[in-house]
């Protein structure tokens, strides 16, 4: 079987202009909480005295440590990388999912906005939330955590320009 390259799905004339994920600040969290359950099983266990059964509390602690770093770390860090924002010349398409895919695709001919927002942290990370509105049933697609988010909504805008000039000549 091929592997699939990030242009699959690409109709003709339609090329790939940027890929991105979600800010490594999303992944901040995940891997404080994979530090400290590793520190505080470390310490637990060296702390722990020496007790007839000390083999299998230290078996349980390790399998809790185990449970908690799959849940808050390695399902954040699986979603986190498996999740893509692709700009196209024609479209904005979604890519999320970690056993199943999901997608998302708006024609950049429907959007009728495009900004952002920033905290002062996101302006410090320059990562922030990207709005584009669309006209049609979905209306509002709000992005977050979208890294260089000024530069992104400057080459949105100007794709969403070049698709409405492309389908002005062609109507003509």
Known sequence: MCCMSST????EGERLVLRLHPHWKTVLRP?????ATVVAL????????SMRDAALVRLALAALAVLIILVFTAVPLLR??????ELTTRRLRLRVGILTRRG??????????VSFAQGPLDRLLACGRLVV??????GQ???TEIPH??????????????????????QQ
């Open 8 to 11: 699959a799905g690409l109709v």
């Open 31 to 35: 891997l404080l909480i994979l530090a």
């Open 42 to 49: 470390l310490v637990v266990l060296i702390v722990l005295p």
């Open 80 to 85: 986190w990388r498996t999740t893509s924002y």
């Open 104 to 113: 998302r695709d708006f024609p950049l001919m429907r959007v009728s906005d």
């Open 133 to 138: 509105e669309s006209m049609g049933e979905h």
């Open 141 to 143: 697609l709000v992005l």
């Open 149 to 170: 988010v000024q530069h992104v909504q400057s080459v949105l805008f100007q794709l969403v320009e070049d698709e409405q000039q492309r389908l002005a000549r062609e």
